[in-house]
Each structure stands twice: as structure tokens, then as C-alpha cells.
């Protein structure tokens, strides 16, 4: 009658190497996703805010030259 024979525990220490690399891998490349995405989002965040004071001080300086064009 046969059996499953179990290998030694030392044969299963290069898979477990192996799947941890293989999941640290995952979890760098994860990480780095999600810093590139972080970026991308301030960026937006900070154009949009950039573009709202800029649109801001460009409405006042054209409205100051029409109430002084309007007065001459």
C-alpha cells in the first residue's frame, strides 16, 4: 500500500522564499500605483486651485479696466 510521502520541511523553505518575494513584488508595485496615483491627484487638485485664483485675479484686472475705460 502506498502513502504520500511528505518532502522535508528545507524543501519547502524556496517556495515560501519564492512566494514571498513573488507578494512583495505585488505589494511594492501596489504601492508604487498608488503613489504615482497620489501625485496625479494633487497635481489635479493643485492646477485646478492654481486656475481658479488665476481666473480669479484675471476677472478683477479685466473688470478694473472696463470701469476705467468706462469712466474716460
Known sequence: ???NVFP???FYI??????????SFIYF???????I?????????LSK???K??????NRIISSRNL???NN
Not at 14 to 23: G, K, Y
Not at 29 to 35: C, D, G, P, T
Not at 53 to 58: D, E, P, Q, T
Open 14 to 23: 524556496p517556495l515560501l522564499l519564492n512566494n514571498f518575494i513573488h507578494l
Open 37 to 45: 496615483y497620489t501625485v496625479v491627484v494633487i497635481l489635479c487638485a
Open 53 to 58: 485664483i488665476f481666473s480669479f485675479f484675471a
Open 68 to 70: 476705467k475705460h468706462n
Open 29 to 35: 508595485l501596489a504601492l508604487a500605483v498608488w503613489r
Open 49 to 51: 486651485i492654481k486656475r
Open 1 to 3: 500500500m502506498l502513502t
Open 8 to 10: 522535508p520541511s528545507c
